[in-house]
């Protein structure tokens, strides 16, 4: 399974654009990159999926290059709502056995 | 819209019971998983099912098993529960392209 790397937190503005970059430098041809959002007291949700080069969706995109060895995360224009913790996830989603391995996310705060 | 519930959302249980962990989906997918998740310490996964009567254990499945009877039912249990098991317990099932969908959890408090 592929190890991924985050920032452990960041800081934010309402109506900013926030990038969050993810490295997964083993990637497996197989693997998808995943991205949820969890908020206190909450399971995550689901965000984007991707496999390569660019996918958006009504809340986020997800920037990946050709190599795949990171991604980025792209919330265009946050709110105070979307202080959460986001996780990048790598895996054969295609497997029958496959599971998720979640890391330690990156800790989102947006400021008034 | 998935629903994936779980039976408690609150549960406190003494030292060396025996605990059920219930979690019902609702959208037919093969793939379940139980995680707990500890502060500073993230989501670690126990054990997934990825059909009915199959399992696989996951990071940390010592001092859990789990059971599949049921494609829509995956349960979660704690033979004898002990204060190190005290955590938020998260049940989820997928779809074959690999969303996972979260239940509310469960936060377990064992005295």
């Known amino acids: 399974l592929a190890k991924t790397t985050q920032p452990i937190s960041m800081d934010s503005y309402e109506g900013q654009e926030v990038n969050i970059t993810c490295s997964h430098n083993n990637i497996a041809t197989n693997d998808y990159i995943t991205w949820y959002q969890q908020f206190p007291s909450q399971g995550p949700r689901f965000i984007i999926q991707g496999y390569k080069t660019k996918v958006t969706n009504e809340v986020a995109s997800l920037f990946i290059p050709a190599d795949r060895k990171s991604s980025t995360l792209s919330l265009p224009r946050v709110s105070l709502s979307d202080t959460a913790v986001y996780y990048c996830?790598?895996?054969?989603?295609?497997?029958?056995?496959?599971?998720?391995?979640f890391g330690s996310g990156t800790r989102l705060l947006v400021r008034p | 819209d998935v629903k994936v519930t779980q039976s408690s959302r609150y549960l406190v249980k003494r030292t060396g019971e025996k605990v059920f962990l219930e979690c019902v989906q609702d959208?037919?997918?093969?793939?379940m998983f139980w995680y707990r998740q500890d502060p500073g310490l993230g989501l670690r996964l126990i054990y997934f099912s990825y059909d009915v009567k199959m399992k696989e254990k996951g990071d940390i499945p010592e001092g859990y098993s789990v059971s599949r009877e049921k494609k829509e039912r995956f349960s979660l249990i704690l033979e004898s529960a002990s204060t190190n098991q005290t955590s938020m317990y998260l049940c989820a099932s997928a779809t074959y392209t690999g969303e996972q969908y979260f239940g509310p959890g469960t936060r377990l408090t064992v005295t």
């Open positions: 996830l790598v895996g054969d989603v295609m497997d029958s056995s496959y599971k998720l391995i």
């Open positions: 959208m037919d997918h093969e793939n």
